[in-house]
């Protein structure tokens, strides 16, 4: 049993995928996750996610040594969008998500996603790069995806695993890793910490 300290449903379906059982090691009310996620400088948007994941994980091994729970690997994951050095975030409002997916239209991007997982006095970490690109995109198009719900919440605006889907022209990379989750290098590392994946 491994800890996942994520709220996203889809990293949950992935690692259900590996057959790795898991409980959900989430944030306290008072912990604000976000904060965690402000880009410093000019960073590039690979410092950025790895940042972010072991940030994470360095919350998320406090967080189960303050609630008393039983000692077992944590895992961690965040995905980030990037367009050239531009990194575009979780947007703050349907204006934002509008404004980030005028932005993909018609362009390829990356999408890169950091897995870190922590057992005992062991610390991995992996780095999944993919690039998506999309199809010129219509106001209306985006409009209409706005106005789902679905681009709230997610890094570029888009899930990948819903109605985005019919804006991607070609992918290279890790679909899985897209989602939020790369399950090659998720499993690569389960398997050096000797975790059956």
């Given at each position: 049993m491994?800890?996942?300290?994520?709220?996203?449903?889809?990293?949950?379906?992935?690692?259900?995928?590996?057959?790795?059982?898991?409980?959900?090691?989430?944030?306290?009310?008072?912990?604000?996750a976000?904060?965690?996620?402000a880009?410093?400088?000019?960073?590039?948007?690979?410092a950025?996610?790895q940042?972010?994941?072991?940030?994470?994980?360095?919350?998320a091994?406090?967080?189960?040594?303050?609630?008393?729970?039983?000692?077992?690997?944590?895992?961690?994951?965040?995905?980030?969008?990037?367009?050239?050095?531009?990194i575009?975030?979780?947007?703050v409002?349907?204006?934002?998500?509008?404004?980030?997916?005028?932005r993909?239209?018609?362009?390829?991007?990356?999408?890169?996603?950091?897995?870190?997982?922590?057992?005992g006095?062991?610390?991995?970490?992996?780095?999944?790069?993919?690039?998506v690109?999309?199809?010129?995109?219509?106001?209306?198009?985006i409009?209409?995806?706005?106005?789902?719900?679905?681009?709230?919440?997610?890094?570029?605006?888009?899930?990948i695993?819903?109605?985005?889907?019919?804006?991607?022209?070609?992918?290279?990379?890790?679909y899985?890793?897209?989602?939020?989750?790369?399950?090659r290098?998720?499993a690569?590392?389960?398997?050096?910490?000797?975790?059956?994946?």
């Amino acid at each position: 049993m491994i800890y996942l300290a994520s709220q996203s449903p889809r990293r949950a379906q992935l690692l259900e995928q590996l057959g790795v059982s898991f409980q959900r090691l989430l944030p306290d009310p008072d912990e604000d996750a976000e904060a965690l996620e402000a880009v410093i400088g000019r960073e590039s948007a690979a410092a950025y996610v790895q940042r972010v994941t072991a940030l994470k994980l360095d919350a998320a091994v406090m967080r189960r040594r303050r609630m008393g729970l039983p000692p077992a690997p944590i895992l961690c994951a965040d995905t980030t969008v990037a367009i050239g050095r531009e990194i575009l975030g979780k947007p703050v409002d349907q204006a934002q998500a509008r404004q980030m997916l005028t932005r993909l239209s018609g362009r390829t991007h990356r999408v890169l996603t950091a897995v870190a997982v922590e057992a005992g006095r062991r610390r991995l970490q992996a780095l999944s790069l993919s690039s998506v690109t999309f199809d010129g995109l219509t106001p209306a198009q985006i409009r209409r995806y706005v106005a789902s719900g679905e681009a709230l919440g997610k890094a570029g605006a888009y899930a990948i695993q819903g109605r985005a889907a019919a804006f991607v022209v070609s992918i290279r990379g890790s679909y899985s890793g897209i989602m939020g989750l790369p399950l090659r290098e998720t499993a690569l590392i389960l398997d050096q910490l000797g975790l059956k994946s």
